[in-house]
């Protein structure tokens, strides 16, 4: 079935790097570009980042901007997201979430959603 | 960025009831406004795109409409299986924003 399988969270100190993995099955990741969203146990939903569907774009919201990186290996059907000096403020789950139609990466919304993987910063 | 405001933040409701919850955009965002239903510990599921579009096995129950500032979601029928948070995002621009949630509790 069409599903996405985050990992890579854990435990990790203020400063130092995680990379997450996102992997998908069940449709051709290669047509669909990808987001990763995090949320605070809790809390609300805080989009992180997006890379179009062939990675020829890549956005970030202002928090992250800088300390992290999206790609994508589409022959191995994987997502990344690397995360650099990071902060107490990024603990949080982190999902990947697919665009909701084939190349159309933001307008209609995010229709695959991983389990999450959880990230905690603390020294 | 575009800020988008959701009400109320929590409703009490019985089943067969009807609820709506209303979203606003800081600015125009024509149709591009998504709503999702999150249950704990659970990921979001989507269940309206473009406003008013349901998402494929949403059931029928679920409804969104508006356009450029305000949009709804209603819930028509209230199911136990409805007992969650729902959230709008707006798709109409980078960075993609949600509102601050709505939880729909049993009265």
């Known amino acids: 079935q069409v599903q996405l399988v985050e990992s890579g969270g854990g435990v990790v100190q203020p400063g130092r790097s995680l990379r997450l993995s996102c992997v998908a099955s069940?449709?051709?990741?290669?047509?669909?570009?990808i987001h990763w969203v995090r949320q605070v146990p809790g809390k609300g939903l805080e989009w992180v980042a997006v890379?179009?569907?062939?990675?020829?774009?890549?956005y970030y919201a202002d928090s992250v901007k800088g300390r992290f990186t999206i790609s994508r290996d589409n022959s191995k059907n994987t997502l990344y997201l690397q995360m650099n000096s990071l902060r107490a403020e990024d603990t949080a789950v982190y999902y990947c979430?697919?665009?909701?139609?084939?190349?159309?990466?933001?307008?209609?919304?995010?229709?695959?959603w991983g389990q999450g993987t959880t990230v905690t910063v603390s020294s | 960025d575009i800020q988008m405001t959701q009400s109320p933040s929590s409703v009490s409701a019985s089943i067969g009831d009807r609820v709506t919850i209303t979203c606003r955009a800081s600015?125009?965002?024509?149709?591009?406004l998504a709503w999702y239903q999150q249950k704990p510990g659970k990921a979001p599921k989507l269940l309206i795109y473009?406003?008013?579009s349901l998402q494929s096995g949403v059931p029928s129950r679920f409804s969104g409409s508006g356009s450029g500032t305000d949009f709804t979601l209603t819930i028509n029928n209230l199911q136990p299986e409805d007992f969650a948070t729902y959230y709008c995002?707006?798709?109409?621009?980078?960075?993609?924003?949600f509102g601050g949630g709505t939880k729909v509790e049993i009265k």
């Open positions: 979430a697919r665009g909701n139609m084939v190349r159309e990466v933001m307008v209609y919304g995010m229709d695959v």
């Open positions: 069940g449709f051709t990741f290669s047509n669909y570009g």
């Open positions: 890379i179009w569907f062939d990675g020829s774009n890549e």
């Open positions: 600015q125009g965002i024509s149709r591009w």
């Open positions: 473009a406003a008013s």
């Open positions: 995002q707006q798709a109409n621009s980078i960075p993609p924003t």
